[in-house]
């Protein structure tokens, strides 16, 4: 019963959607804007040219190399407090995890500031979890359901590097109420093989 149960919750519910938005197929790159949108989410930060996505890592503006996160893929780099996470439909979804480091024109002074993700929690409430941050990548683990996310601190100037975030969506009530229904159904069905018949002999 209990696997029986378990498989019918399974194709109620139907297989989770996850996702890591790495950013890898976002473009135009190198084009900063107040958001960008990709893979169900956007992200956004309060200014007009202060979110992109890049591919090198940190350099100057002659080309020169600076310090800072670069794991070889493409990253969104943002250069203003808070950078607000949502999908693009408005909808909930499970943010389980995502990279932050510190990227270009952060002083070393800021090297060692706390960064801090404070979620709304799709039941009611906040959540959030902090980190010290570096120059190269510390992961975040949120484990929630939520309505959005914003990102603030980490350092005084400079850009805030965000890579591999986690999601999955958040089931629907409709497929949750179809789990039930199947769960239910099962029951009754165990039920009847259970009872002896009104015929039978005792």
């Given amino acids: 019963m209990r696997i029986l149960a378990s498989l019918l919750l399974a194709a109620a519910l139907g297989p989770a959607s996850a996702a890591v938005v790495t950013f890898d ?29 890049e591919d090198r890592p940190p350099t100057d503006l002659d080309g020169l190399p600076l310090p800072g996160a670069f794991n070889g893929t493409p990253t969104l780099l943002y250069g203003s407090d808070p950078l607000s996470i949502a999908a693009t439909d408005g909808s909930a979804f499970y943010l389980d995890r995502l990279d932050l480091g510190l990227s270009w024109y952060v002083p070393d002074i800021d090297v060692g500031s706390t960064i801090t993700v404070t979620y709304q929690l799709v039941g009611g409430g906040t959540g959030s979890v902090s980190a010290v941050l570096d120059r190269s990548y510390s992961t975040l683990v949120i484990g929630q359901d939520v309505l959005g996310a914003s990102i603030s601190g980490g350092r005084g100037f400079g850009y805030i590097s965000l890579d591999n975030v986690v999601v999955n969506t958040v089931p629907e009530p409709e497929s949750t109420g179809l789990a039930v229904v199947a ?19 005792p």
């Fill in 25 to 53: 197929s976002y473009a135009p790159r190198y084009a900063y804007s107040g958001s960008i949108e990709t893979d169900g989410l956007r992200f956004s930060a309060p200014c007009a040219d202060c979110v992109g996505v």
């Fill in 183 to 201: 769960l239910l159904g099962a029951g009754v069905a165990w039920w009847r093989r259970r009872a002896p018949s009104r015929g039978a002999r």
